[in-house]
């Protein structure tokens, strides 16, 4: 068990500009979530995955966001368009139907 | 609305205090309830599951209970490493998403 990996740790940018995170989960687990954390708050859901279908999306998530898992492995979220506001801690975390989910430590995403 | 509530949003405690932190959550229909550890600059750590009312879980020096409305996060005698920042999150019966609190952050002064 490798855990829940995900890259760049860091990314800084400029508004406007398109961003790309990866993610990749425990091999045997298929259902994959991705949240944003900003300081002071608990995750706030994004998305999920079940092997490649995404089956929820949070109605907060503008239609810059989008993310993909393609083979039911890895899988990416990219903001297109970033804003100020986007601003935040991108997590991922990965788990086999109906049990615990584990995190990845994120991808910090700085907007200049 | 499904909501989750932590309290306090933090807490000091000298070494070997113990304490209690609460998550009282107004969902449509409970399907679990997790406690998570946070440090600074790191993904939560998953500590216990809780499915129904009355259930318990140890580990170490933490123990969650569960009722009805409400969760509990017993610190026992905690010691500095115990200094994170506690998570409580919930699944709804209906669907897949889960609802995080702000969580509470715990020091541990030597």
């Known amino acids: 068990d490798t855990g829940v990996s995900q890259d760049p740790r860091h990314k800084i940018t400029k508004r406007g500009q398109n961003v790309t995170f990866r993610c990749d989960p425990i091999?045997?687990?298929?259902?994959l979530y991705w949240y944003r954390q900003t300081l002071g708050q608990g995750p706030e859901f994004l998305t999920y995955?079940?092997?490649?279908?995404?089956?929820?999306k949070s109605r907060l998530l503008s239609d810059r966001f989008s993310a993909e898992r393609p083979k039911g492995s890895f899988s990416t979220l990219e903001i297109q368009r970033t804003e100020q506001g986007d601003s935040a801690m991108y997590l991922c975390?990965?788990?086999?139907?109906?049990?615990?989910?584990?995190f990845g430590d994120g991808t910090r995403l700085s907007i200049l | 609305e499904d909501q989750v509530t932590q309290s306090p949003e933090a807490l000091r405690l000298q070494e070997g205090e113990s304490s209690s932190l609460n998550c009282s959550y107004t969902?449509?229909?409970?399907?679990?309830l997790f406690w998570y550890r946070q440090d600074p600059g790191k993904g939560p750590e998953f500590l216990f599951t809780?499915?129904?009312a009355g259930e318990e879980k140890e580990k170490e020096r933490l123990k969650a209970t569960l009722t009805k409305k409400e969760s509990f996060l017993h610190i026992t005698a905690p010691k500095p490493e115990d200094s994170a920042t506690y998570l409580c999150?919930?699944?709804?019966?209906?669907?897949?998403?889960?609802?995080f609190g702000t969580g509470t952050s715990l020091t541990v002064i030597p």
């Open positions: 969902v449509s229909g409970l399907r679990g």
């Open positions: 995955f079940q092997n490649e279908a995404q089956l929820e």
């Open positions: 809780l499915y129904s």
């Open positions: 091999s045997e687990h298929n259902r």
């Open positions: 975390a990965s788990s086999p139907v109906n049990q615990p989910q584990h």
């Open positions: 999150a919930v699944q709804i019966s209906t669907g897949n998403q889960f609802y």
